[in-house]
């Protein structure tokens, strides 16, 4: 990696103190997050996927400071964001903004759409004068398939689908470098689902926008990634270009994830096999490989020693067994 | 297989609002055979939860339910909540998306699952939890006997789905109704949930009715499935009929605008035009007719009548030409 | 939308085309319904509710305006006519008390008192309220604890005897009962807002907002607060009658209003000691109150049926 990253997230933890069960609470540490590192570089979509619990909100979270780190760095073109203090962050957030997974809850009700849309000008750039906020406004809602006319609406007066839009109007209002999608299309119907993807695809296309797209769904991301970061238990299992990921997932995770997903396709229908021992609790995690309790190539090796992501092939991968797959 | 378990005619479903009558559930016909699984697939406002809460009498208290239900040559639709309540248990069960809701935070999984066979068995405490220890069991849950002193905060997304999944089947119903069953659940769960529902399916021959808006799932489980739309059934049949030779536009749009990791990745993804239907207008023509890329005037105009084709392949579309891309040019 | 615009979008000028119509149809204006508007579309679809609001409007009214153009004052006394039942004769339509003042105009007073008794200590409740559970809620941490404790201190102080020193020290003063009832009512209100603000701030929109850079002070004001009205609102209409309420009950103690100002607690206080002799004198005036708490407690439920999202 030649070319200096957009983002860069070093050793990155986010730990939660958790009291514990029974009447004299043990103080528990939930680490949501840990020692998470990758680069985002500009222009590229990185999908980040995992399961219910793997930390991929609480990541998105912390990369826009909403929540704070607990240890590690996050940089922004060379600047530490995790130091910064609240007053020196504002500038930087022009930058970077964000979409949300429930486009209505993440709208408040009581403002009109313009109002919406408008709020991160007012608050990101107070110079700018009321007309030319209110045209950005316009401007931007044409860009993401709204009606002008539809401006002094609410939003409970939106689909889901047109909610989200609206979502999206407000993240890109500021011309932001680097949007982080924290589920943008799971909360919608299917038919819904591909026009927001497809307008994401056509946003970055236009404006080169750098996107995190943060999902479960492993058929959505194959589809607006160019690489794809596997989390589990809030630690990385997989840093991969998409089309490399999906031909070839080297980490078991990886692997267990693509194999679950069902097939519209009955003549594909997969049967799984026996059930396999769910997720382990975030609060205690097992010794060596988070991964290890599910994993149907879990050795001695995986109890005692913790894998680190190392480089295969161009590729990074957490597994002690990962040469086994790559070969 | 061939016997009809539960039989639907002209099913409606109204609610009243403070802005005028939502029409959530139209004309609906519909068999569910014994032992089948039965997939119903569909977006949101699509009527497809609305039916069987409307069967099973939950419909929220402004809803009215209209038509008749026969479950095994009896009326069932709009009993009275005695008798009602009487059938649920016995005859038929539901599950429900987040099954959390479904429990109560209070009681022990224990208490919840014996009560349901003190109920409507007559069982006593101690044979109630020999038979519930045996119900965890099937569902493949470790340590049932402990299991059951626990509460249901104390078990993980898919467990609960698993105990609600065996509460239902405690009386042995013979039809067991899955509104999104998996929808909450990560796709690891979802895959297990599936392969659980298959196999219960085989053991103890229930009817399954999967309500979804997925169609991976549907493709992994039924044996017959129903497209609906806007409170309508815009399509019915055999599961590889549907997923190979599918008649309706609505049914290729669901079709096509799936991401898959099946097929080659394309650039685009195929969409959908246009937004759901709003439920509180009836139009005179097809209610798909504006999202459609084939609509002629007569859709417009005349609400397309469902139709058979052959081998219970059922469809409501006036459009006779060829669907997928040829069409779309055509 | 044009191809060509769609790449300008940064630098968009006003004038073009698709730009111009946009503009027309935004000022055309399809003015979007509020939350508020629904709201008071399903109020006016409650029959009791309405009704409630027509009878408080029509009370409020005459309390305001009769007293000016009615031909006695509350204070004046007829000597002929004292204890006199509701008559024609001298438009006593609600007869005379035992100083021979007209009851009718008594009763407006009354009302005219009560209600802003009601009204004010409510408007004291809520400002003080609002701010404060706010401010808790939504900053949290040690300041929530500090703030709260506060309010767990001052519920501990018993109310009445509290009053009853006050009006005892510094006399009985229309100003003082404002002050009373507002000072200890808002600590309700201050751990409703509060509940309520530690529920939205989890809310994604809120998180939304500081995501856009915007500042605290500025997220309870324009997020926080209009969120919460709807609730403070059904709050404040179960609020004032029970103020009313509570002013009566003072009055009935002797610790309301300075004669010979009365409100409907005093009159109704005046009535009940000569009950057996003079019904009327406590039959009208506790009419009137029974009518306005009625409404305003029918107004609260209204509001709350019609402000509550689970109705759509």
């Known amino acids: 990696m030649s070319e200096p990253a957009l983002l860069e997230v070093r050793a990155l933890d986010v730990h939660f103190p958790v009291r514990g069960p029974g009447l004299l609470p043990s103080r528990l540490t939930l680490r949501a997050i840990d020692q998470v590192s990758f680069d985002v570089r500009a222009g590229e979509v990185l999908g980040v996927v995992g399961e219910s619990g793997c930390g991929k909100s609480t990541l998105s979270r912390a990369l826009l400071k909403l929540i704070p780190a607990t240890a590690g760095s996050v940089r922004l073109r060379g600047v530490e964001l995790t130091t910064l203090p609240k007053a020196a962050m504002r500038p930087l957030r022009r930058s970077m903004q964000m979409i949300f997974q429930d486009p209505l809850a993440s709208l408040d009700p009581r403002m009109t759409v313009g109002e919406i849309i408008a709020e991160p000008l007012k608050a990101l750039l107070p110079g700018m004068e009321r007309a030319e906020r209110e045209q950005r406004v316009l401007r931007t809602m044409q860009h993401v398939g709204l009606l002008p006319a539809q401006i002094n609406r609410y939003p409970h007066e939106f689909s889901g689908g047109q909610a989200q839009r609206i979502g999206i109007a407000r993240a890109l209002v500021v011309q932001p470098q680097l949007v982080v999608c924290d589920e943008p299309v799971s909360a919608l119907d299917v038919s819904i689902k591909s026009q927001i993807i497809n307008l994401l695809l056509d946003l970055r296309a236009e404006h080169g926008l750098t996107y995190i797209f943060v999902a479960h769904d492993l058929a959505t991301v194959r589809h607006i990634a160019d690489r794809v970061m596997v989390l589990y238990l809030g630690r990385v299992m997989e840093i991969t270009d998409r089309d490399a990921l999906y031909a070839r997932p080297l980490h078991p995770y990886t692997r267990l994830l693509l194999s679950a997903v069902p097939i519209p396709d009955p003549a594909l229908a997969r049967r799984v096999g026996p059930t396999r021992e769910e997720l382990p609790s975030p609060l205690a995690l097992p010794s060596g490989c988070a991964f290890r309790t599910r994993c149907p190539l879990a050795d001695a090796r995986c109890v005692a020693e913790r894998p680190v992501l190392r480089e295969i092939d161009g590729r990074y991968v957490a597994c002690h067994h990962a040469e086994a797959a790559a070969a | 297989m061939t016997a009809s378990l539960l039989e639907i005619r002209n099913l409606a479903v109204r609610f009243t609002t403070g802005d005028g009558p939502v029409y959530a559930v139209n004309d609906l016909d519909l068999q569910v055979r014994r032992g ?44 009275p909540q005695r008798a009602l309540t009487r059938l649920r248990g016995a005859r038929m069960a539901m599950i429900f998306q987040d099954p959390m809701t479904a429990m109560n935070p209070f009681l ?4 919840q699952m014996t009560e349901v066979l003190e109920w409507h068995r007559g069982m006593s405490r101690r044979e109630a939890r020999a038979r519930c220890i045996g119900a965890l069991e099937s569902v493949h849950i470790a340590d049932a006997a402990q299991r059951l002193s626990m509460y249901p905060h104390e078990f993980s997304g898919g467990m609960r789905q698993r105990v609600m999944i065996a509460t239902a089947l405690l009386t042995e119903p013979q039809l067991l109704i899955c509104d999104e069953p998996t929808t909450a659940l990560d796709v690891t769960v979802q895959a297990q949930i599936l392969a659980l529902l298959d196999e219960l399916r085989q053991r103890f021959g229930t009817a399954i009715v999967l309500v979804t808006h997925d169609l991976g799932v549907i493709a992994q489980l039924a044996d017959r499935v129903i497209v609906m739309y806007a409170g309508r059934q815009v399509e ?57 890329a084939y609509a002629s005037e007569l859709c417009r105009q005349q609400m397309p009548p469902l139709v058979s084709l052959g081998e219970a392949h059922l469809r409501a579309c006036h459009y006779d030409g060829a669907l997928g891309p040829q069409g779309r040019e055509a | 939308m044009s191809v060509e615009g769609r790449h300008e979008w940064y630098n968009w000028v006003p004038g073009r085309g698709a730009a111009r119509k946009a503009e027309t149809l935004a000022a055309a204006g399809v003015a979007g319904r509020s939350l508020w508007q629904d709201a008071w579309g399903r109020l006016r679809r409650n029959r009791a509710a309405l009704a409630s609001l027509w009878v408080l409007g029509v009370i409020t009214l005459a309390a305001i305006v009769l007293p000016w153009v009615w031909p006695y004052g509350y204070a004046q006394p007829d000597w002929n006519l004292m204890y006199h039942a509701p008559t024609w004769a001298g438009w006593h339509i609600f007869g005379t008390d035992a100083l021979g003042r007209d009851l009718f105009v008594r009763v407006m007073w009354g009302c005219r008192i009560s209600l802003m008794v009601g009204v004010v200590a409510t408007l004291v409740t809520l400002v003080i309220g609002v701010t404060w559970g706010a401010v808790a809620g939504f900053i949290g941490g040690w300041l929530d604890g500090l703030m709260m404790r506060c309010v767990d201190i001052l ?32 600590l309700d209100i201050a751990r409703i807002v509060r509940g309520q603000t530690l529920s939205l701030r989890k809310r994604e929109f809120i998180e939304a907002a500081r995501a856009s850079g915007v500042g605290t002070a500025t997220i309870i004001r324009r997020h926080i607060v209009p969120n919460l009205l709807g609730i403070v609102l059904v709050y404040v209409t179960l609020t004032i009658p029970s103020v009313i309420l509570f002013e009566a009950f003072l009055s009935f103690l002797g610790l309301g209003v300075q004669a010979p100002l009365t409100s409907l607690g005093g009159l109704v206080s005046d009535g009940a000691s000569v009950l057996q002799v003079y019904p009327y004198m406590l039959v009208i005036p506790a009419v009137f109150l029974a009518v306005i708490v009625y409404c305003f407690n029918f107004i609260g439920d209204g509001l709350r049926d019609a402000l509550d999202p689970k109705d759509r």
């Open chain 2, 236 to 292: 019915q049949a055999e599961v590889h009929t549907l997923y190979g030779a599918y008649r309706h536009p609505y049914t290729e749009g669901l079709l096509r605008s799936v991401p898959r990791l099946d097929q080659p990745r394309s650039a685009r993804l195929a969409t959908i035009p246009g937004r759901p239907p709003d439920l509180a207008r009836r139009p005179a023509g097809c209610p798909f007719e504006p999202r459609c």
């Open chain 2, 36 to 79: 089948e699984v039965l997939g119903m697939v569909g977006e949101s406002g699509s009527g497809k939860s609305q039916t069987w809460l409307a069967i099973m009498g939950l419909l929220a208290k402004n809803g009215r339910a209209e038509g008749s239900v026969r479950l095994g040559g009896e009326e069932i639709l709009n009993l």
């Open chain 2, 108 to 111: 022990t999984v224990g208490r």
């Open chain 3, 155 to 186: 519920y501990s102080i018993p109310f009445i005897p509290f009053v009853i020193v006050l009006m005892v020290l510094f006399g009985r003063n229309l100003l003082l009962i404002f002050a009373a009832i507002g000072a200890v009512s808002w």
